[in-house]
């Protein structure tokens, strides 16, 4: 995989693939549409054989590893205005099944020519560039900002002639002036939780302390507990410094069942 991949790699994470760009001027930010699904079967194929499968074997784990979506639920799905054309082409050929084990790692494998391109894009225009599965982050200095428009049309052209699509809507521009955010990670000055999503959980712990877990869920106690637990370990992962009024607040908690074994502990 391309060393610009961090998203289902070991050692890579969410938090990696943001520092990327911490304290970058401009962040910018590209959506592939239907990720997985425009991973075709040829492509899957290709990338087996590439491995050094021989051409059956590629073609007998290939078809292990994609599906093609039938006609009834494709056309369920539009009824319920869940797809458009596009993502309905998609389905409609046989491509990676999202959820399936083995679609992260092709997914991967398969989209090393687009990181390629897009690393070699970025350094031409002075930035750097990520990608978390259909994630895509440019960040740099002012001037990446000012040529926007110039990399969107190349990041758009680059992705089609690699078999996605760049879903326009979401495309994100962001300055240091405003909240620059990677996979919801804050980066303007260091990696960090959003304000509002710390000042929940904060408000969360203080009334589970204050008033018991159950005033504010009505889930079986244990899951609870590992819902907070969840949210609060994320934190602690962004920004340990900050969330350590968080598992104070955590461990005044009086949980209403015994926890599970083997779960973090507080302290």
Do not use: M
């Given at each position: 995989m391309h060393e610009a991949c961090h998203g289902f790699t070991r050692d890579r994470s969410v938090l990696t693939h943001a520092r990327v760009h911490v304290g970058q001027p401009v962040v910018i930010r590209f959506d592939l549409m239907n990720f997985f699904a425009s991973i075709t079967a040829a492509q899957v194929r290709a990338t087996f054989q590439t491995l050094g499968?021989?051409?059956?074997?590629?073609?007998?784990?290939?078809?292990?590893?994609?599906?093609?979506?039938?006609?009834?639920?494709?056309?369920?799905?539009?009824?319920?205005?869940?797809?458009?054309?596009?993502?309905?082409?998609?389905?409609?050929?046989?491509?990676?099944?999202?959820?399936?084990?083995?679609?992260?790692i092709l997914a991967n494998l398969c989209a090393f020519q687009l990181d390629l391109r897009l690393a070699g894009l970025a350094d031409t225009m002075g930035a750097r560039y990520s990608r978390y599965a259909d994630d895509l982050v440019f960040s740099g200095p002012a001037s990446v900002g000012?040529?926007?428009?110039?990399?969107?049309?190349?990041?758009?052209?680059?992705?089609?002639?690699?078999?996605?699509?760049?879903?326009?809507?979401?495309?994100?521009?962001?300055?240091?002036?405003?909240?620059?955010?990677?996979?919801?990670v804050v980066v303007n000055q260091h990696p960090n939780l959003p304000r509002e999503a710390f000042d929940r959980l904060r408000a969360l712990l203080h009334q589970c302390a204050t008033h018991g877990p159950a005033s504010q869920s009505d889930r079986a106690p244990d899951e609870f507990r590992l819902h907070v637990l969840g949210r609060m370990t994320w934190a602690e992962q962004v920004n340990p410094s900050k969330a350590r009024r968080l598992r104070k607040l955590f461990d005044r908690i009086v949980w209403d069942a015994a926890p599970a074994q083997g779960l973090p502990q507080s302290g």
């Open positions: 499968y021989p051409a059956g074997v590629a073609q007998d784990l290939t078809a292990l590893c994609t599906l093609l979506t039938p006609e009834p639920v494709i056309a369920r799905l539009q009824d319920d205005g869940w797809l458009d054309w596009h993502q309905a082409r998609c389905l409609r050929s046989p491509h990676l099944a999202q959820g399936a084990p083995s679609s992260p000012s040529s926007f428009d110039r990399l969107a049309a190349w990041v758009g052209r680059i992705a089609l002639e690699e078999g996605y699509t760049v879903n326009h809507r979401k495309t994100w521009l962001a300055s240091q002036a405003t909240q620059q955010r990677v996979c919801g």
